[in-house]
């Protein structure tokens, strides 16, 4: 569990008569604050002894090892200095009241020209949330590939790189950004999990291997007051939608923008300065922006199958990129009246008072009822009304005038958003749709009228068979 977290280096190089620093991160839960802190060495028979602690340190290293903690960051530092051959060897920083409580096992190595690492970031974010990690400068050389991977026990396993490659719990919530001339480049990774806080690694990999990686820890905390909006939209051909992007209202930004997320990059189609994507002119505008409110809505119109897939709404202010996902999922229309190509481009509208609605359903146009292929129909007389009737029912004689599951002029249906019976209700909507027919709303109350009829006439039946029978 994340309350029971601790995370730091596995690997420390230092050099003869020099020094070393190791940081081990921790939650800040009450019980980890003010618990023993401890550094301690393995020896040949297993045993950790104790260099230093809260309240001890060890007599043969008096004077050249200390230890800092800072509680309400959930950090605590040990510093050895007059590094000498025989440090060298497996270490635990650890809590506890004995050595074999909660640790993180390192080994040092001391060596006449050992290069010094560098400082382990601590990165910290929200659940449900976003984070942006700096990677520093390296080889600027074209032939060197940006990656970032998380330590596991004996390997550091591989979530995304420059090449394309993204993992299949990070689709969607992941980019390595461009690399600057430095040749230091950005992590972006947002809707933030439980999971996601460890130690991983991030650097440049070329025809000469790893260089120089950056160690970082991320901490996702438990309790957050981001709320989970929803991920997923959904549109049909030559429809159009709106949604919103949210941001910090009380942040200073440089720029607001949409991207299009794919293999691990996400080229930007419009933002707040007027840039629109040339292939996307003409059906996408960025309507409104309530800064008061963070938050600022985005209209796509003309959908196309090809505009299914991932976007992110972001917000850039310096370094930091405040980022959130949502996918796009196109459904192409049934018995549609107006051809996608004659779609009017999209064009600026005001927002309504339920623009903060974490969830609307509107519908441009009326619902129409649909016989699927394959229906076996009975004797409908004239006037009736029939609605969907599912694949493979078979509907008896319907008197004159009856009406079945017909659905009145104007009236909105909502529609759950297919793929996503993994998430939560609230995260399948549909802002908005192009007013195509929906089947099962329609399907539902067909099935319910016919129900009743067929009992009726049942009840009808049996009642004349006992008139019958009685006379």
């Known amino acids: 569990p994340v309350s029971s977290s601790l995370y730091g280096s596995r690997f420390l190089a230092g050099g003869l008569g020099g020094s070393i620093t190791h940081q081990c991160f921790y939650s800040t839960t009450p019980a980890n604050k003010y618990e023993r802190k401890y550094w301690c060495k393995i020896a040949a028979n297993g045993v950790c002894y104790t260099i230093i602690s809260s309240s001890f340190t060890s007599s043969q290293y008096k004077g ?3 230890l800092g903690d800072v509680p309400q960051n959930g950090t605590f530092t040990v510093t050895m200095t007059g590094l000498r051959s025989s440090d060298s060897g497996t270490y635990r920083c650890g809590i506890g009241s004995t050595n074999e409580g909660l640790y993180v096992s390192l080994n040092l190595t001391v060596l006449a ?24 400068s390296g080889d600027t050389q074209s032939d060197q590939k940006r990656f970032w991977c998380k330590v596991g026990r004996s390997s550091c396993t591989l979530i995304a790189s420059s090449d394309g490659y993204v993992g299949r719990r990070h689709q969607g919530r992941i980019v390595i950004a461009p690399r600057e001339s430095s040749g230091a480049f950005k992590v972006l990774i947002n809707d933030l999990k439980k999971e996601d806080s460890g130690l991983y690694l991030c650097g440049t990999r070329g025809l000469r291997g790893q260089d120089s990686p950056q160690e970082v820890v991320l901490q996702v905390a438990t309790a957050s007051a981001l709320p989970r909006r929803p991920k997923f939209l959904s549109g049909t051909v030559g429809g159009s939608l709106s949604f919103q992007c949210h941001h910090d209202p009380k942040g200073t930004y440089e720029k607001k923008y949409l991207c299009r997320w794919k293999g691990g990059s996400c080229p930007v ?27 600022y809505t985005v209209l796509l119109g003309q959908l196309r199958e090809d505009d299914a897939g991932w976007y992110w709404c972001g917000a850039s202010s310096g370094h930091t ?13 049934i018995c549609s009246s107006r051809d996608p190509r004659t779609t009017p481009p999209v064009r600026p509208t005001a927002p309504s008072p339920a623009a903060h609605s974490t969830a609307r359903h509107r519908s441009m146009a009326g619902v129409m ?71 099962l709303p329609v399907v539902l109350p067909a099935l319910l009228l016919l129900i009743c009829i067929t009992i009726t006439i049942l009840t009808l039946a049996k009642i004349k068979l006992q008139k019958q029978r009685g006379k």
Request: glycine share 12%; proline share 7%; hydrophobic share 30%.
């Open 113 to 136: 020209d050992a290069t010094v690492s560098r400082p382990t970031q601590l990165i910290r974010g929200e659940l449900h949330g976003s984070v942006t990690v700096l990677c520093p």
């Open 321 to 333: 990129e405040l980022t959130a996902s949502l996918k796009l999922l196109i459904h192409k229309g």
């Open 369 to 439: 009822a649909t016989v699927p292929r394959g229906t076996t129909v009975g004797t409908a007389t004239h006037s009736t009304t029939m609605g969907s009737v599912p694949k493979g029912t078979t509907v008896g004689t319907v008197t004159h005038s009856t009406t079945m599951g017909s659905v009145p002029k104007g009236s909105t249906v909502g529609t759950a958003t297919p793929g996503s019976s993994a998430t939560s209700p609230g995260d399948t909507f549909q802002e908005s749709s192009s007013g195509e027919p929906r089947l």
């Open 269 to 295: 189609l419009l933002d707040d300065r007027g840039f629109v994507l040339e292939s996307h002119r003409g059906r996408i505008q960025m309507s409104s922006s309530e800064p008061e409110h963070g938050s």
């Open 64 to 66: 050249r090892v200390a």
